[in-house]
């Protein structure tokens, strides 16, 4: 027992030796724990297996707090030097000079590993401020049934939108569809249908136009006829899910792995599902969604810790965590994989799958990261309910938008 006790405390004595000669990377994650640990703590593993003199010291820190608990590391000195963030948020950091540029850090050839899209999902102004990490793109799940009842056609742009959700309350009384006005779906929305976010300038709205003015027509066209439940001006994409789920909407926008969901909770409602791509206008490309790692500017070990993203977001290690969750890579050597054309069996799945690999290859970040956006968002969102409400008409309503980002931006009144 005195022999056993004595080599594990001579094992600890050289592992902590080994530890105190090393340069040390802390890295914080967003809600991965526990349920990714083996994931995250066999990527360190590897990673100073191959980097000996380098210790990564790893934190997990819940969704809710991310952004405060980074915020507070920042002003006071004590930042991790590689965080896990979204785009919208690593931008504001960026606005301050906050996060180190990776161009200056990694080969072409290392830079060009990522999606285009993916890649320009982390520039602000011209600079990179991260790495794209894991990607998600909505898909469209519809209920045949409910279609089918109504003699409408599953529309694929706006226009057709509204023609069938006429169709739907009509023959049902039932929705069409939910459009969902948080987060930044309503813009995404826009987007989507063709129109510029940015004036040429990048100074105003791109959309004060015929396109703007049709996008928010439809809104109001939807609520002011009945098409849509009353309560989409106060509620989200969680009562949109809950509407599917109980049958009263026909079309829901989300993610391929909410289908592992209904298949598990909803068995009876899972058979009647088709999906679709995004709605959105002929010819303009899915919209995508990227998480990112960056490192912060005041980091000590910048290029241990851009050594260590770009291990943690390379193919093969995008895979892996792939493999264990419905998420999709920012490289493009990953989807060679044999896993992303694998038989699930299950046909809605794999159609499901597919589409949305399609769209991450081939789609872009809709909203792109911009300076002020919160204010933005929230400048549009009460615009758009203030139409559907005929609180403003359509022509006001851009008009206020366009005064409000103008001055937002710093482009006058």
């Not at 956006?373 to 008409?393: F, P, W």
Request: aromatic share 8%; glycine share 8%; hydrophobic share 45%.
């Amino acid at each position: 027992m005195r022999r056993r006790l004595s080599r594990f405390l001579a094992a600890c004595l050289l592992l902590a030796c080994q530890h105190a000669g090393a340069q040390q990377i802390r890295f914080w994650t967003m809600q991965l724990s526990p349920f990714h640990d083996e994931y995250v703590l066999g990527v360190i593993r590897a990673f100073e297996t191959a980097h000996p003199g380098v210790r990564v010291v790893w934190t997990d820190v819940p969704w809710a707090e991310m952004e405060r608990k980074t915020l507070a590391a920042v002003a006071a000195g004590t930042a991790p030097d590689v965080v896990n963030l979204n785009p919208q948020f690593a931008a504001k950091l960026a606005e301050f000079g906050a996060l180190a540029d990776p161009t200056a850090y990694l080969a072409p050839a290392e830079i060009a590993a990522y999606l285009p899209a993916a890649w320009r999902a982390n520039r602000l102004e011209g600079k990179t401020f991260a790495l794209p990490w894991y990607l998600n793109t909505n898909i469209i799940l519809y209920n045949r049934d409910l279609l089918a009842r109504a003699g409408a056609a599953l529309p694929s742009d706006l226009t057709a939108l509204v023609a069938s959700a006429r169709r739907v309350h009509q023959a049902t009384g039932g929705y069409a569809y939910f459009p969902a006005l948080d987060a930044s779906t309503p813009l995404e929305f826009l987007v989507a249908d063709g129109n510029r976010l940015l004036d040429a300038k990048g100074c105003g709205p791109g959309f004060l136009d015929a396109g703007g003015a049709r996008v928010l027509g439809a809104y109001r066209t939807l609520y002011r006829e009945g098409l849509v439940p009353k309560n989409v001006v106060t509620e989200g994409h969680r009562k949109a899910v809950e509407m599917f789920l109980s049958g009263q909407v026909a079309m829901v926008s989300t993610g391929m792995q909410f289908l592992g969901y209904i298949k598990n909770t909803n068995p009876a409602i899972y058979g009647r599902i088709g999906v679709a791509g995004q709605l959105r206008a002929p010819g303009h490309p899915a919209g995508i969604a990227a998480m990112n790692v960056a490192v912060l500017e005041r980091s000590p070990a910048k290029r241990a810790a851009f050594d260590f993203a770009r291990f943690l977001t390379n193919a093969e290690n995008q895979v892996a965590l792939a493999r264990r969750v419905p998420v999709l890579p920012s490289t493009t050597a990953s989807y060679d994989d044999p896993f992303f054309s694998s038989d699930l069996g299950d046909p809605l799945l794999e159609q499901a799958r597919d589409l949305s690999v399609r769209q991450a290859l081939h789609g872009a970040v809709l909203v792109p990261p911009v300076r002020k956006y919160s204010k933005l968002r929230v400048s549009y969102a009460r615009a758009l309910q203030s139409v559907m409400l005929g609180k403003l008409g359509v022509e006001d309503a851009l008009q206020t938008v366009g005064r409000e980002w103008r001055a937002v931006l710093g482009c006058g009144a």
